[in-house]
């Protein structure tokens, strides 16, 4: 089974191709032009490199976020639109289940970038998802953590919470300093996604899912700045 991945949640992004599970390649994206104007060319260039032509890829997989709300739209239209062309199935993969499956810890804070210095943030114990997605301030999700499974439960022989993600890179200090000994940061902490979430959806179409095109979904976790925008003009 051949999987096409792509990740545009973040300002570089990746792409990868996938072998029944293996990876064969993957390369990050050029981070100096806008995702809008590097896709599909890059998407052509590693398929070309494999030697391995549209027709031939069974799975489309994108990354639905959260993330860039730009990069999100842009890779998965260009996902549907690759998907649609080729008559195949295209998997969302959440960038949280990317990175909580890379890191491939006990526990797992993911924390994706969400500007205005704040954080995309889930919790993965076992590589499942159990505490909802949100967006906050570093501070606040590290006073939660600590409170709620630190002091009630000191880590035994190292680290018990692993911190991966971009939004990991700008807020290292702050980690370390409320976490202690108790966190550990992932190296590197924003790895290329694009290989695992093609893993994952090899995994998922074993499984029996393949949904069409049409019926993936982004998630957003907050409201793109537009519809904030216009809420505020219309006074809702």
């Known amino acids: 089974m051949l999987v096409l ?10 792409c990868a191709l996938t072998r029944d599970g293996v990876l064969m390649r993957e390369q990050a994206s050029d981070a100096t032009r806008p995702q809008a104007a590097r896709l599909p060319g890059e998407l052509m260039v590693l398929l070309d490199h494999e030697r391995v032509a549209l027709r031939d890829v069974d799975v489309f997989a994108v990354a639905t976020g959260p993330g860039s709300f730009t990069g999100m739209r842009v890779g998965i239209a260009t996902m549907q639109g690759l998907a649609f062309a080729a008559g195949r199935p295209l998997i969302g993969v959440t960038a949280f289940d990317a990175l909580a499956s890379h890191a491939a810890a006990l ?36 006073e939660r953590l600590r409170r709620e499974r630190i002091d009630f439960g000191p880590p035994q022989g190292g680290p ?6 971009d939004g990991v890179e700008a807020h290292a200090i702050a980690i370390r300093a409320a976490m202690g000994a108790a966190a550990a940061i992932a190296d590197p902490a924003a790895p290329l996604l694009a290989g695992t979430i093609a893993i994952l959806a090899t995994d998922a179409a ?8 049409h019926a993936i979904r982004p998630l957003y976790v907050r409201r793109p700045d537009a519809e904030l925008a216009r809420d505020a003009r219309t006074g809702r």
């Open 160 to 165: 018990s919470i692993t911190f991966i993600g």
């Open 5 to 14: 991945g792509l990740d545009t949640t973040t300002r570089a992004g990746s």
């Open 206 to 213: 074993r499984a029996g899912h393949l949904p069409p095109p």
């Open 107 to 142: 526990q797992v804070a993911t924390w994706v970038d969400a500007w205005r210095g704040e954080v995309y943030a889930a919790f993965y114990e076992r590589e499942r998802e159990v505490e909802a997605p949100t967006v906050e301030h570093p501070q606040a999700i590290l």
